[in-house]
């Protein structure tokens, strides 16, 4: 059985850090890019950030880069967004996706940027 259980979110006031994490399970994680999207009210879901298998590769969207870093660790299947510099824009549902032969997806966890 597939699972992405994402956690780490919750209210931050601007210019804080958060750490989200997805915890993979019933699939062969190291072989799957990893990578996480945001969706905020009335907007389309988006590709925040990708680290690649095996190349470790990350890619980040324009609007996060030098202020986000994806990691991940494959020893304990588990995969992080390191979410620094936090904007109001920022506040979205952080989805976490695993992409090979298929795609997985996780439930989603709510980061809230508000002072």
């Known amino acids: 059985q597939v699972q992405l259980v994402e956690s780490g979110g919750g209210l931050v006031q601007p210019g804080g850090s958060l750490r989200l994490s997805c915890a993979a399970s019933?699939?062969?994680?190291?072989?799957?890019?990893m990578s996480w999207y945001r969706q905020a009210p009335g907007k389309e879901r988006e590709l925040v950030a990708t680290?690649?298998?095996?190349?470790?590769?990350?890619t980040y969207a324009d609007s996060v880069k030098g202020r986000f870093t994806i990691s991940r660790d494959n020893g304990i299947n588990t995969v992080y967004l390191q979410m620094n510099s936090l904007k109001p824009e920022d506040t979205a549902v952080y989805y976490c996706?695993?992409?090979?032969?298929?795609?997985?997806w996780g439930q989603g966890t709510q980061v809230t940027v508000s002072s």
């Open positions: 019933g699939f062969t994680f190291s072989r799957y890019a």
């Open positions: 996706q695993a992409r090979w032969r298929a795609d997985y």
């Open positions: 680290v690649a298998s095996p190349s470790g590769r990350t």
